[in-house]
């Protein structure tokens, strides 16, 4: 995509395989919990389904942003999920664009503050 | 779904329909010009294709968010949208959800500094 000076909305640096909301749940749990989650443990976090969590976890290792161990406790299967360190280093940088959107929000709400909400053709549903 | 007590990282506030990249930046960008936005204008602010946009568009007014009104200027086609008084509420509640999305990345950062990456491996539940 042409990143032009003037695309001032175009929050280039939301990266997509984050951005989506199941992710960017499982993300930030696992930001949260450096020791790493289970699946049951991200499952409740996030309020996910099994085959959900299964997806998003495979699409976000695959993206190098989450490494997931399967091993053997107590003879039933664990499987325990962490954030990579560069996976660490693009959700930071992911929260730094977050960071932008609010502070446009804010200035929108001055901006629209200052405006006559009754010269607005802002019609209801 | 079912919204659990522990599902503390599910961001249920992030309502899909602003939360999709190019959506948010059109929604962003309509908030902070109330008094409304060219179809030529949102184009460049969101670095999005016609057909992007245009789609983009019509699923923001379908869900009510967005007010888009298609007129004649100097004989030429102009299309003007704004954010309807209810989508600006929507976008406010969105936002409002981000900041908590922030909020857990800031603790999670300082539980990060604190721990030591060479005991991660956790217990299951």
């Given at each position: 995509?042409?990143n ?9 640096g939301?990266e ?15 930001a949260g ?41 107590d ?25 932008r ?23 209801d549903?």
């Amino acid at each position: 995509m042409k990143n032009k000076p003037d695309a001032s909305y175009a929050y280039d640096g939301l990266e997509r395989v984050i951005h989506e909301k199941a992710r960017l749940s499982i993300v930030s749990s696992l930001a949260g919990h450096p020791d790493g989650l289970t699946f049951g443990d991200l499952k409740e976090l996030c309020a996910l389904t099994d085959g959900n969590l299964s997806r998003h976890l495979q699409l976000l290792q695959e993206a190098g942003l989450v490494d997931i161990v399967k091993s053997f406790h107590d003879n039933r299967p664990l499987t325990v999920c962490h954030l990579t360190v560069p996976g660490r280093k693009r959700f930071l940088q992911y929260v730094a664009e977050l960071e932008r959107v609010i502070a446009d929000a804010a200035s929108a709400a001055k901006t629209a503050t200052r405006s006559n909400p009754r010269t607005r053709l802002a019609t209801d549903t």
